[in-house]
């Protein structure tokens, strides 16, 4: 037909249905063997589509060129179309922009919800449902629900957008529902944005192409390049200035033609906006405690008032949203960054932080608690929060020589703090498994937790998979094995697989124990190990520990 372009739509719908469909319908009722087979025989369904594709659009351009009808000189109603423009370089680079920017941002939502927020298992599968059902609603031929989505984008950033900054590892559904509907409605926009500077039908392959490089550029800049970069997730507000920065800014209340301003009272208006917004905002920074006061809540709101006021003017719109990501946390949060305290890797941010009103120093991973040290005199080597002595580790590591002897053999996956290597007594064998570079370097060499250096100095860390390391190991050769890799509240779960546990197996003398993990704030893992005691032929117990009830 004449618009091609609702096709992209359509597509796009079909690969959001693929998404949902897996985790929810085909993972859960089909065997891995059935899938295996499964996809092989779609995937030759696809190959051979395409190739029907391809031979009917050869056949086409055949009888059009023997008809004497070309692309350059098409005719309707016997009048004869000039060929299509070129596209600019400029309109390019916009292209390249107004898609990177959704791609980034669907990335940088999710680590953000991940990482902040709600670090709740197969979250990932959210932020990209909703990127990919933008591009069906800003494609559609039917453009109300993408102008009501432009319309919504601007003072969604505001409220929304103006929070990413904040850094204190806390957040709830209400959070995370407002950062899922901005990702979508700011995608909407920026996508029909894209769409409404589509060129000819005659360039729709450069046009996709284009799409595709702003694509893969968003998601670089998320997965290896912001990683390098920043300690935090800070490519997340940046691409929230670069959405606000692109996006159509069509007023909520057109109070300036109501007032019948000319072009020097629109000037005066705008002004007088951007100068509120850098003073209340230099404010809001200032008294920023943590806890939305009134008078914090106050400020945020009137920070708000004018940012909507403010929606039709580029500059006085975007000083509004930098002075609520500021205001709001944002100093905090780079105070943290400036003084050393968080490192990043491409597994996770963690944070330090020292209470010394309370004798305790933290280490965070997300929104998750992952090892407490008491800082008073001499209680650098006491085990503390979930590893304490009444936990199930705790009870089985502090008896092992009573178990296996003196030289009770010890496997760790996941390292943490080090905490449990108090546990550690002379003329025992531990080791250490641990992905992750950036936390051996905080748990044995920065000098900031004392446990490890204190309690297992020179006991070897593997680097790496645990499952892979721990196939390396001799079988038998393990007494005691914990398992506690988890990543904030998200689960490895290649580590809690019948696969998983044959490794464990391997590596275990036959009246060995393997202490597992199992708290969650999202997931109830007590079933999955349940079902792997029943299939396996393991002897489980479960031992449940409140430290606040001893």
């Known amino acids: 037909g004449e618009n091609p372009y609702p096709l992209y739509s359509a597509s796009n719908l079909g690969s959001f249905g693929g998404l949902i469909a897996y985790p929810l319908l085909v993972e859960p009722n089909m065997r891995l063997a059935t899938q295996s087979w499964g996809w092989s025989a779609l995937y030759l369904l696809l190959v051979l589509l395409v190739v029907a594709c391809g031979l009917t659009a050869a056949r086409l351009v055949t009888a059009r060129k023997l008809a004497g009808v070309t692309i350059e000189q098409r005719r309707i109603d016997d009048t004869p179309m000039p060929p299509a423009a070129k596209p600019s370089a400029r309109k390019i680079a916009l292209w390249i922009a107004l898609s990177a920017v959704p791609s980034g941002l669907m990335l940088s939502t999710t680590t953000h919800l991940t990482t902040d927020i709600m670090a709740m298992p197969l979250m990932w599968a959210i932020p990209l449902g909703l990127y990919l059902l933008s591009f069906s609603v800003a494609f559609a031929e039917r453009r109300l629900l993408a102008d009501i989505f432009t319309m919504l984008a601007p003072p969604m950033l505001l409220m929304a957008g103006g929070l990413t900054l904040l850094s204190q590892g806390s957040g709830g559904l209400l959070i995370a529902a407002t950062s899922l509907l ?188 992952h090892g407490t040290e008491l800082t008073g005199p001499g209680q650098s080597r006491v085990v503390t929060s979930y590893y304490g002595p009444n936990s199930g580790v705790g ?78 190991t001799p079988a038998g050769s393990l007494d005691l094995l914990a398992i506690d890799a988890f990543s904030s509240d998200a689960i490895p779960l290649h580590m809690l697989t019948r696969e998983a546990f044959a490794v464990y197996q391997r590596a275990m003398q036959p009246d060995g124990i393997v202490l597992v993990h199992i708290s969650n704030r999202f997931i109830n893992l007590e079933p999955v190990l349940r079902a792997m005691e029943v299939h396996g032929g393991w002897h489980a117990m479960l031992r449940y520990d409140d430290p606040d009830a001893n």
């Open 182 to 369: 901005m990702l979508f409605t700011t995608a909407v926009s920026l996508h029909a944005r894209l769409y409404r500077l589509r060129p000819e039908p005659e360039h729709l392959t450069l046009f996709y192409l284009i799409m595709a490089v702003g694509g893969a550029l968003g998601g670089i800049f998320c997965a290896l390049i912001a990683p390098l970069l920043f300690d935090w997730v800070y490519e997340h507000p940046i691409l929230i200035l670069a959405a606000a920065f692109l996006v159509p800014l069509p007023p909520l209340l057109p109070w300036a033609d109501w007032f019948r301003f000319g072009k020097t009272g629109q000037w005066w208006s705008a002004a007088v906006l951007s100068v509120a917004a850098i003073v209340l905002g230099y404010f809001l920074a200032m008294e920023w405690t943590g806890w939305f006061t009134p008078t914090e809540l106050a400020m945020a709101g009137g920070l708000l008032f004018i940012g909507f006021a403010a929606i039709g003017w580029r500059t006085p719109y975007m000083l509004a949203l930098i002075a609520l990501l500021i205001g709001i946390g944002g100093v905090a949060t780079l105070r943290t960054s400036a003084e050393g305290d968080r490192t990043r890797s491409y597994f996770g941010i963690y944070t330090i932080r020292s209470h010394p009103e309370i004798g305790q120093r933290t280490l965070s991973h997300g929104t998750t608690l």
């Open 395 to 472: 009870l089985a590591f502090d008896r092992a020589s009573a178990l296996y002897g003196a030289d009770a053999s010890v496997g760790v996956v996941g390292l943490g703090t080090g905490t449990l290597a108090c546990y550690r007594r002379p003329g025992q064998q531990w080791q250490f498994f641990e992905i992750d570079p950036a936390m051996i370097h905080i748990a044995r060499d920065s000098g900031r937790f004392g446990f490890f250096p204190g309690c297992a100095a020179g006991v070897p860390i593997q680097l790496g998979d645990a499952r892979l390391k721990l196939q390396e």
